[in-house]
Nanobody
Framework: QVQLVESGGGLVQAGGSLRLSCAAS????????MGWYRQAPGKQRELVAG???????NYADSVKGRFTISRDNAKNTVYLQMNSLKPEDTAVYYC??????????WGKGTLVTVSS
């Protein structure tokens, strides 16, 4: 059974930092590209950051220079370090795992609230 379990969300003031974690089980983690998405109220889910199995990363323009995605294959965990948080970063953050064109898994999300 595949599980992606996010943690680390919470309430933080603008300018603060949070570190999200996503622990994966039931998959060959090192094979998967991992991503963090977010969905704010009334908006579509959007890609925040991604990291390939080889460690290449990409970021949404809105978070470049503030967020860092990383992975620890020994711990089957992907992280999202979020610095200089803004109220517009408020959203539910979801972990995603993808392998090839057909294997695609989602976590249940963790809420990040940034107060002004």
């Amino acid at each position: 059974q595949v599980q992606l379990v996010e943690s680390g969300g919470g309430l933080v003031q603008a300018g603060g930092s949070l570190r999200l974690s996503c622990a994966a089980s039931g998959i060959r983690f090192s094979y998967y590209a991992m991503g963090w998405y977010r969905q704010a109220p009334g908006k579509q889910r959007e890609l925040v950051a991604g990291i390939t199995s080889g460690g290449d990363t990409n970021y949404a323009d809105s978070v470049k220079g503030r967020f860092t995605i990383s992975r620890d294959n020994a711990k089957n965990t992907v992280y999202l370090q979020m610095n200089s948080l803004k109220p517009e970063d408020t959203a539910v953050y979801y972990c995603n795992a993808v392998w090839g064109g057909s294997l695609n898994y989602w976590g249940k999300g963790t809420l990040v609230t940034v107060s002004s």
